[in-house]
């Protein structure tokens, strides 16, 4: 199956700052997710990019599918921000009905 | 607007005592239904999918099974508990490309 990475594992920031979180997969996908795991543990959406960009008020995402990664782009961070974020592309090559393979995250903690 | 809930929230059980969390989906029809867990608060693992009825598919082989007894619901059971299977058990739904997640039920087996 398709191995996905996501770099780095923590961060920490300044509430106000910037950040930019990787995630690198091993074969070509025709779906990507990116995903905010919130205290309780809810997962919410945040992107469906399989490639191009997207932006969502102080959010974005871009999926250069040719070279394999996908960026997520935090803007003026704030403490709600902080969580876990998930990147998520498709077990096998050319997708289908299976399930999803994610990486292990990027632990995010906004300090006010 | 489709939503899923899953039950129980939380749930705590003894070692060697059966398990059934239960799944349901609203507002869709024919959903790929999908179980995931996560343990140690990182990552998440696939365990079972559906494409229909009766239909499942079962990617790491465990203690676990599931079933889906109606076009909506999605049950995942055990019929002895270890340790091991203490964990954020996630129930995910899709119709397009797109998953969508449930609350989840946290179990914690003592």
């Known amino acids: 199956g398709i191995q996905v990475e996501q770099s780095p594992p923590d961060l920490i920031l300044q509430e106000g700052a910037n950040s930019t979180l990787r995630c690198n997969f091993s074969?070509?996908?025709?779906?990507l997710q990116w995903f905010h795991q919130n205290p309780w543990g809810q997962l919410i959406n945040l992107f469906y990019?399989?490639?191009g960009t997207k932006q969502n008020g102080r959010l974005s995402a871009t999926t250069v599918a040719t070279e394999r990664y996908s960026l997520l782009y935090i803007s003026s961070s704030q403490t709600t921000d902080s969580g876990v974020y998930f990147c998520?592309?498709?077990?096998?090559?050319?997708?289908?009905?299976?399930?999803?393979?994610f990486g292990k995250g990027t632990h995010l903690i906004i300090q006010p | 607007s489709q939503t899923i809930h899953q039950w129980p929230a939380t749930l705590v059980q003894p070692v060697g005592s059966p398990l059934s969390l239960e799944c349901t989906v609203e507002?869709?029809?024919?959903?790929?239904l999908y179980w995931y867990r996560q343990a140690a608060g990182r990552g998440l693992q696939l365990l079972f999918y559906?494409?229909?009825?009766?239909?499942i598919s079962s990617e790491v082989p465990q203690n676990l099974s599931a079933s889906r007894p109606q076009d909506r619901q999605f049950i995942l059971s055990s019929k002895k508990l270890l340790l091991s299977d203490s964990g954020f058990y996630l129930c995910?739904?899709?119709?397009?490309?797109?998953?969508?997640f449930g609350p989840g039920t946290r179990l914690t087996v003592l």
């Open positions: 995910a739904w899709r119709v397009t490309n797109e998953q969508f």
């Open positions: 074969d070509s996908v025709n779906n």
């Open positions: 990019i399989p490639s």
């Open positions: 998520a592309v498709p077990k096998y090559s050319g997708g289908g009905a299976d399930g999803l393979t």
């Open positions: 507002g869709t029809s024919n959903p790929n």
């Open positions: 559906s494409v229909g009825i009766g239909q």
